[in-house]
Every structure is written in C-alpha cells, then in structure tokens.
C-alpha cells in the first residue's frame, strides 16, 4: 500500500486520472443551477403583486376611514386670515407714523413708531398711551384712526398723551400723507 501523504489531492469537482466517466461530479459547494431560476424569478414577481396589492389595499382603507377621498390637493379651504387685530391703520389720507392698539383702559396704546414720520417727528415713543388728538376723544385704537383720517395733512393737532412712567403731555403733531 502507498502511502496517501506524498500524493496531491485531486480539487473538488476533478476526477482522479484512474476513474474516467463515472457520472456527474459532486460540487458540494458551488451555486444552485440555473434551472432553479425562472421558479425563483416567478416566486419574486408574485411576491412584488402581492406586496403592490396589499398597499393599495392600506392606502383605500385609510382614505375611507379619514373621509379624505378624491382628487389630491385639499378638499376644503382654510377662511381667509383675519386682519391683524393688534393694530388699526388710518384709511389713506393722513397718518402719524404709528402703530397702535387698543390700551388697557381708555385709550390707544402706541406699540410702533416709524421712523422717520410725524409721530416720531412730534415725540411719540412705543408704550405711550393717546388719550386725545384735537377735540375728539380716544378710547380706542379705532377711535384714533377715524380721528387722523378726519384730520388735514400738513394742519397742526394737538395731541395729548399719557406716558408710561404716569406723566401726562401735549405734543403737537402734523399728520402727514401716506403714500
């Protein structure tokens, strides 16, 4: 008997020279064979149909549930927004350069001075409270711009004005155009 050491194993998958044709060759480790192919291609599609269908089955029940069915874009509209309460501007004609709201207690509360402009001009600041603009009385932020829009551009209005530190004061204030 000889010894198997000093002899080269044959690779998996090569016959030995002494055994010729004796069937096909074991390949205990090489890839499946292509005949399993068109099963595997045909399982993945059915896979891929099923997946697709369940989706759009998720997404019919879901606008069922939520009632948002039918064309996308939305179904109703948002009110349009409300115009900014906080403050009240003078129809175009005269204005003061101010921004205002309607005070705690009577009165508009300056929240803006522009700069430049005629309530800056006439020594407005923000937190002033105008209580007066010529002989009509101001109790509110509204008040106050039917007062200005009452008013001439370029005439001379007394203005009365309670600070924020308490102090009462008559300015003198020429409404200007707005443009």
Known sequence: MEPTVLRPKPMPGQ?????GGQGPVRRPHAAPRRGRRPRTLLLGLG?????L??????GIAATTLT????????TRQAPPPAPAAPTAAAPPGAALGVEVADGEKAGAL????????PGYTAGLVRGDLVLQLGAARVDTAADLARAVSRSRPG?????????GSGAYQQLTVTPGLVT
């Open 155 to 163: 005439r001379v209005v007394l203005l009365t004005v309670r600070h």
């Open 67 to 74: 009632g948002t069915g039918g064309p996308a874009g939305p």
């Open 110 to 117: 300056v929240v803006a001075v522009h700069v430049p402009g």
């Open 15 to 19: 016959n030995r020279e002494g055994e």
């Open 47 to 51: 896979a891929a149909a099923a997946l």
């Open 53 to 58: 269908l369940c989706g759009i089955a998720l």
